[in-house]
């Protein structure tokens, strides 16, 4: 009996394991052929899909699918409607005819495409852009704010969420499409008729977002030819069950930076047509395609071109079947009991989906998987692995900061709507390392200056090594090994509010213990200027001026730099200035720079085949003339911005800089918008030194570098500024 409940066991354990893999593997396929037609089948159809909604419904199908023949007519059925061009096939090279994509007459037919210059990703507006080439797009979050004004207060329809709407507008001019975001699917247009002189009336029907209770509308200031517009009545009502209820609205013009954000990012929008408005000059020719692997097996062909007329892409889908797919997508957003949405990472199928959506965003645009500390499959694996374990949006949350910490990029930062620190503190400490050892850097409650000095070693933390305490707080942070140690060391003693926490230090050769509570704010972040307590500015002698950059501009100091022989300026953090424009006057003649940042020109999927928009600049001379000898401080914590000052410096050999290695993350963010809450940052375009060389996770590298000393610490000194002064005495 006892030998038949532990063969039970066994065969309950494999073919549990056995259901997993094969999801693991339905998995994959779905997320891969999911980004290479979110971002590169160009068809119309798959750009009215709501993507987010699709990935949820589309992660639940995958989970009931038991074997591959199965996949392949689940894979079908779900992407044919919206690719129908796609080809999904066990043979191991699909097929590909261009007369199967092709129209028998060409006429108004032109080649549709997209081509993405980093990768626009929803809800976010940055630099990034991501087009169809001769289609219809959506013009950025930015333009619409400078363009547009919001024409009716936020009306509240949670009542009518999912159901059929009319929307009724009279103006003085030509509205060509109407879209409504999130999703990008134009609204019907039921009528026009001339409503007065000058004056049309349109009635445009759609379907109120399932997920939205807010719903507002605005419009572009010039959209029509003669640049202005003007709205007399705006009508709204509700379509249920065969009834009309007109839901009251207020008209009211607001511009739409003024707009709560919270409701500003779902609104109905006036578009008009921007088919030929490239982004750069390459471009994908009818008859491209790709053929991929999306699990061994399985393989898909995805055609890159399409050709399209004012109508539609060829060929067209019935429409029915596209709608289908965008009901259930919808539907599939989570619900508890009551049919009220539920959607946080408490459930499988949005860690699922949120996995699906963050991993094209990056596979498809992130320039520095050469860097990850594992490949994109190996990270892929894990992370599902992890999401079917993790129980708890703060469980799905830690999988997320895996996944950044392997990564390796300094942008690199998760953050959960409503995830709060309230609860949380640390040590009135702060520490470093040095000489290979965790000294304490500073002390910020006098109260415990009686116990601790600078410069003590920390030993034990409620009896744990902290060098394992500290490996264990890098696994949250991503970027280069300089940047995780500066975030890591403040985390060291983070943790609940007020618990005090058993430290064992040793000063010269004595151990001895102290207890302190946790009962200081935690920061993530704190400057290398104010680790050592810099000031402003301040005269260190008749002819050496010290200025923090941090705190204050060198154009406010600028009578005292045309007095001193010597100017250190402290880069050490994130800058109060563009300090370009000093730069400006310590030449008398034009400088032409190089930014050494490379933005992605994509046309093709897996980051293949990039193409670079590369930036430069100019530096015109600016008086007065500078003539002081100018030193520049450095440390882990100068990133992004601050990389890209020193960098100019550095290009021009005006200024020495001394101290240590910068954090080595540059470049404008994207971001990923995830179901749950969860948001994940990244760099989105390529960085280089001005000398072509190797800046990610490098940095800028100082001309003199500094290390810290035990010594120094305890004595209170910041050796970087004092390396810096003795330069300047010996100039």
């Not at 929307?167 to 499409?177: C, F, G, H, R, Y």
């Not at 009309?244 to 013009?253: D, G, L, M, S």
């Not at 409701?263 to 471009?283: H, S």
């Not at 949350?397 to 995830?419: C, E």
Request: hydrophobic residues 35%; charged residues 25%.
């Amino acid at each position: 009996m006892k030998f038949l409940f532990s063969l039970l066991l066994v065969i309950s354990f494999l073919t549990g394991f056995t259901q997993i893999q094969q999801q693991v593997n339905n998995l994959t396929a779905f997320s891969r052929l999911y980004g290479y037609i979110q971002y590169f089948h160009p068809s119309d159809e798959a750009s009215k899909i709501e993507w987010q909604s699709f990935a949820i419904y589309g992660t639940k199908k995958m989970l009931q699918v038991k074997n591959d023949q199965e996949l392949v007519s689940t894979l079908k059925e779900l992407f044919l409607p919206i690719a129908p061009t796609l080809k999904i096939s066990a043979k191991e090279n699909p097929t590909f005819d261009v007369n199967d994509i092709t129209p028998q007459n060409l006429d108004g037919y032109v080649p549709v495409y997209w081509q993405h210059v980093g990768l626009k990703l929803p809800y976010h507006d940055n630099i990034y852009s991501s087009i169809r080439v001769n289609r219809i797009n959506p013009i950025s979050e930015r333009r619409i704010k400078k363009n547009a004004f919001a024409l009716i207060s936020p009306v509240d329809v949670t009542a009518f969420k999912g159901k059929r709407f009319i929307l009724t507008i009279s103006v003085n001019a030509e509205i060509k499409d109407l879209i409504l975001k999130p999703y990008l699917d134009k609204l019907s247009l039921v009528k026009d008729d001339l409503a007065l002189k000058n004056e049309k009336r349109y009635a445009f029907e759609g379907i109120f977002d399932p997920n939205s209770e807010l719903f507002t509308i605005a419009i572009q200031t010039d959209i029509s030819s003669g640049g202005s517009i003007n709205v007399n009545k705006v009508g709204l009502k509700v379509l249920d069950g065969g009834k009309e209820t007109n839901i009251p609205v207020v008209e009211k013009v607001t511009a739409l930076n003024e707009l709560d954000p919270k409701i500003d990012n779902r609104i109905i929008q006036f578009f008009r047509k921007q088919g030929d408005e490239k982004l750069f000059d390459k471009e994908v020719k009818i008859g491209e395609f790709i053929t991929k692997s999306l699990v061994p097996g399985i393989n898909c062909m995805v055609p890159l071109a399409l050709y399209g007329n004012e109508n539609n892409t060829y060929p067209t889908v019935d429409s029915v079947e596209v709608n289908k797919t965008i009901n259930r997508s919808y539907e599939s957003w989570p619900k508890d009991k009551n049919g009220e949405f539920r959607i946080n990472g408490a459930d499988l199928s949005i860690r699922l989906a949120d996995l699906t959506i963050l991993f094209n965003a990056l596979k498809h645009s992130y320039p520095y998987w050469d860097d990850a500390s594992q490949n994109h499959d190996q990270i892929w694996n894990a992370a599902i692995h992890n999401a079917f374990s993790d129980k708890t949006d703060q469980d799905f949350l830690k999988t997320l900061k895996w996944i950044a910490n392997l990564l390796n990029d300094g942008h690199m930062f998760i953050d959960l709507n409503g995830d709060t620190d309230q609860n949380t503190a640390t040590l009135p400490l702060l520490f470093d390392i040095a000489e290979g050892k965790i000294v304490v850097k500073k002390i910020l409650d006098s109260g415990v200056t009686e116990k601790i000095k600078a410069g003590d070693e920390l030993i034990q933390m409620n009896g744990k090594n902290p060098f394992d305490l500290l490996r264990s707080a890098d696994s949250l942070y991503s970027g280069s090994k300089q940047w995780k140690q500066s975030k890591s060391i403040l985390s060291l003693t983070k943790g609940k509010k007020d618990e005090i926490i058993y430290l064992k230090m040793k000063r010269g050769g004595r151990f001895f213990q102290v207890d302190i509570p946790r009962t200081y704010t935690y920061s993530e972040y704190v400057s290398g200027s104010d680790r050592n307590n810099r000031g402003t500015s301040e005269w260190i002698t008749n002819d050496i001026f010290y200025i923090n950059l941090n705190k204050t501009s060198t154009e406010a100091h600028m009578a005292e730099i045309l007095k001193a022989k010597s100017v250190i300026l402290d880069l050490r953090g994130y800058l109060n200035e563009d300090t370009e424009t000093f730069l400006s006057h310590l030449t008398d003649k034009k400088l032409n720079a190089n930014s050494g940042l490379f933005t992605p020109q994509i046309l093709y999927p897996d980051y293949q085949n990039v193409s670079y928009a590369t930036g430069s600049y100019t530096i015109e001379p600016a008086l007065p003339l500078v003539k002081a000898k100018i030193f520049l401080l450095s440390d882990a914590t100068g990133q992004s911005a601050t990389e890209s000052f020193l960098s100019a410096y550095k290009q021009f050999k005006v200024v020495k800089i001394v101290g240590q290695p910068t954090s080595g993350t540059n470049g404008n963010i994207n971001l990923v918008s995830m179901p749950g809450g969860y948001r994940f940052f990244f760099t989105g375009m390529l960085i280089k030194n001005p000398d072509g060389s190797k800046h990610h996770l490098n940095g800028v590298i100082p001309d003199v570098t500094v290390k810290n000393t035990i010594s120094g610490i305890r004595n209170g000194k910041d050796e970087i500024l004092e390396k810096a002064i003795r330069l300047a005495k010996e100039n």
